[in-house]
Structures are given as structure tokens and as C-alpha cells.
């Protein structure tokens, strides 16, 4: 079935965005792992396959609108520190948001709802999952201190 070019390259767009944040993920998730921080390392680790299920679903949806994918990720940079983790995946889950809201309102103007059903689904688990939990974590270390929040992740 052949897409809208405009939808098509939105979604490829958002393919490159998941498949940075699912490198973003497994960056931060094997450090966590190295750090000893076994539940952030398990939290994260689970994050890094949701955004793989986006990227595939993104990446099947092109397919069937006869794209081509682009499998370079966007470029990122990991955090160094563990509030710095947790606030660059915060800053790539809005970021995502936005750019689903944005591809959303170009599928419903291009009348291909289907797509934008399917980001609607991913635009739910960015903001009620993902971005929700990250911004707990951050308010956690705000309330009772690194060392405490850091005591609170090693499993």
C-alpha cells in the first residue's frame, strides 16, 4: 500500500528518534549494572526493549507504506552521572513526545489513522511510563538526597 511521502518520512524520522533512545537505554542500563544499581539497571533494561517494540512497529509501518527505513539512531549523549541518566532520558522522552505529537497531527491531516493510532499507543507509554517514572526518580533524589536514592537502587 503506498503511504503519504510526508507520513512516510515523519516515520522514519521517528524510527531514528527510537532507535536513539533505545542506545540511550542500553548505555545507561549496562552502566547502572556496572555501578551495582541493580533496580535502575532492570528498570532501564526493560525501557531499552519497550523502545525496540517502537522501532519495530515504526519500522513495520514503513514497510507496509513501501518506505525504506533509516537504521542510523540520532545522535545522543550519554550522562555520566546517575541524575544526569536519569534527566538526559527524561529530556529524549519529551522529546519524543513532541515529535509523536507532531507526526500524529500530520497523519490525521494526511487521513492515515492507522498510523496515528499506532503513535498514539507509543505516545501513551512515553508520557504515563516512561517520562512519569523518570521524572519521579529525579523528584526522589530531590526529597531524599543521592546517596539515600542510590542506597534505594542496588537490589
Known sequence: MQ??????DTLVQLLRGELAARDQYFYHSRRYEDLGLKK??????????????????IMRRIFMLEGKPDMRPLEFTPGDTVPQML???LDTELEVRDR???AMQLCEEQGDYVSR???????????????YWLEQQLALIEKIGLPNYLQTQMG
Open 3 to 8: 503511504g503519504n511521502p510526508k507520513v512516510i
Open 40 to 57: 535502575l539497571y532492570e528498570r532501564l533494561n526493560h525501557e531499552m526493549e519497550e523502545e525496540t517494540q517502537h522501532a519495530d512497529d
Open 87 to 89: 534527566q538526559k532520558d
Open 100 to 102: 509523536l505529537r507532531a
Open 117 to 131: 493510532d499506532m503513535l498514539l499507543k507509543q505516545l501513551r507509554d512515553t508520557e504515563e511510563d516512561h517520562a
